[in-house]
């Protein structure tokens, strides 16, 4: 099973992005699913997340207000709208499936991860 995130790219502070990432089968429809980043010589940071029926987000204090998560479990697919873009949000971004129906915010908490796609933030 994979996960494949795309949506990355170069943006202007102020701008916005929004990541992708499908499931290669139908396989996490009732898995919670998350977000992270990681910035080069920086720890793995949780970003998002979202219960399996997209009933329940969670957002990092760093993205709340600007970031939003959703998913369409027809299309084994999560979303990570990101408005209001800084240099600080510049990272490889990563998608995650939890190993339950709710997601934390905790990497020990999921068991499968995209291979990322990267985000760069210009000033």
């Known amino acids: 099973v994979q996960l494949q995130a795309s949506g990355g790219g170069l943006v202007q502070t102020g701008g916005s992005l929004r990541l992708s990432c499908v499931a290669s089968?139908?396989?996490?429809?009732?898995?919670?699913m998350g977000w992270f980043r990681q910035a080069p010589g920086k720890e793995r940071e949780f970003v998002a997340a979202?219960?399996?029926?997209?009933?329940?987000?969670y957002y990092a204090d760093a993205v709340k207000g600007r970031f939003t998560i959703s998913r369409d479990n027809a299309k084994n697919a999560v979303y990570l709208q990101m408005n209001s873009l800084k240099p600080e949000d510049t990272a490889v971004y990563l998608c995650?499936?939890?190993?339950?129906?709710?997601?934390?915010?905790?990497?020990?908490?999921?068991?499968?991860w995209g291979q990322g796609t990267q985000v760069t933030v210009s000033s």
């Open positions: 995650a499936a939890a190993r339950s129906a709710i997601a934390g915010s905790l990497p020990e908490g999921y068991n499968y």
């Open positions: 089968r139908r396989t996490f429809w009732n898995n919670g």
């Open positions: 979202i219960s399996w029926r997209g009933g329940n987000t």
